[in-house]
């Protein structure tokens, strides 16, 4: 989503408040409680849940590697669950003609770096550059080449975009910066 004017584009960027995150941790979270339960279940001797018979399961060895694989999943899942809680990644770029600033604004990880802020003169930029690795790892990313900076990501690297979208993004951002595109 954005909000444009003639002097200002805003870009927001979601960040891992994503209908695919919050499947996966749930799926993840269920499927690693039902190895938990089946391993504590051939522990205890009786069946925790119903459908399941627990002497099926030995508990030494098949038992143990149930229960360390729930606990594995429930770790990763509760890991999930907080990068969409503290929602990782989203902020926003905002590019403003008036004050000749370009501010990135990102969401990290709980801590002392929590907000990331970079903020750099619109006379810095060089160019809008675009990045296209076509294969079995596809991968669209446009970058913001910034002089004495380096190149700074605008884009998710799992964002997804067909090359026209990607394209035409650029377009319109590179026209609005008055800067050329390269590709990559």
Avoid: H
């Avoid at 522990?43 to 459908?51: M, N, P, R």
């Avoid at 884009?155 to 590709?183: C, G, M, S």
Wanted: glycine share 8%.
């Amino acid at each position: 989503m954005s909000l444009r004017s003639e002097r200002r584009w805003i870009e927001l960027i979601t960040g891992s408040r994503k209908p695919s995150n919050f499947c996966w941790a749930f799926i993840l979270f269920l499927g690693s409680l039902g190895f938990l339960l089946v391993g504590t279940s051939s522990y205890i001797g009786k069946s925790l849940i119903y459908f399941f018979p627990a002497p099926q399961i030995i508990f030494f060895p098949q038992g143990i590697v149930m229960s360390f694989y729930g606990i594995a999943g429930l770790f990763i899942s509760s890991y999930l669950w907080s990068t969409i809680f503290w929602n990782v990644g989203s902020g926003y770029d905002r590019f403003d003609k008036k004050e000749g600033i370009v501010c990135i604004f990102r969401w990290g990880f709980p801590g002392k770096n929590r907000r990331i802020f970079l903020r750099f003169f619109m006379k810095d930029i060089q160019s809008i550059r675009i990045e296209i690795k076509e294969g079995i790892y596809t991968r669209r990313v446009l970058y913001m080449d910034i002089r004495g900076q380096g190149d700074i990501p605008l884009t998710r690297t799992d964002e997804n975009l067909t090359p026209v979208e990607i394209e035409q993004k650029a377009a319109e951002l590179a026209y609005f910066l008055r800067v050329p595109i390269e590709v990559f």
